[in-house]
């Protein structure tokens, strides 16, 4: 992601660890200077963004993890990295159903970030994104690897979640 400095106006490229919640920090590599600086709201939504396509990429590296998806209401499936064995139509009526239990739950509980189901075996993990929008991981294990448990423990305390 390329950020200006905020002393001197000079481009400085970033990687995805120089982004802290929602602030820009690194040194600029013209002046030296020590930026630490909110996004813009759309530079937060592409890194968001980014950070989903990059779990979505890793998701082969964990043999815990079986896959993942963004369901949409409106869209339906809009990323997927799930197993060949389950059909579109599996998938869309999966995330069908997990977002009604989830939107079920925050209709009696709006406090609650996230919910894990399980279904033969399988750790489904879901939050939503934002109304309407819901992430699914699916893990062999109650329990996340280190990157997608950070990863989901962010979606869960986003405040725009609140009904």
């Not at 869209?75 to 799930?82: A, L, N, Q, S, Y």
């Not at 009604?100 to 750790?123: F, N, R």
Request: overall charge neutral; proline content about 6%; charged content about 20%.
């Amino acid at each position: 992601m390329i950020v200006f400095c905020e002393d001197c106006g000079d481009r400085n490229q970033v990687c995805p660890a120089h982004i802290v919640k929602g602030r820009a920090v690194f040194i600029c590599h013209a002046c030296g200077y020590h930026n630490d600086y909110l996004l813009p709201l759309l530079q937060q939504k592409k890194q968001q963004e980014n950070r989903v396509d990059y779990l979505f990429q890793v998701l082969d590296r964990y043999p815990q993890m079986m896959g993942g998806f963004i369901y949409d209401i409106s869209k339906g499936i809009t990323i997927c990295r799930m197993p060949d064995l389950l059909l579109p139509e599996d998938i869309h009526s999966l995330g069908s159903r997990l977002a009604q239990s989830l939107e079920q739950g925050l209709a009696a509980m709006p406090d609650i970030g996230s919910m894990t189901v399980l279904i033969s075996d399988k750790y489904f993990f879901v939050a939503r994104e934002k109304k309407g929008q819901y992430l699914v991981l699916v893990a062999l294990t109650p329990n996340l690897p280190e990157p997608f448990c950070r990863f989901f423990m962010q979606y869960t305390h986003k405040k725009e979640w609140q009904i």
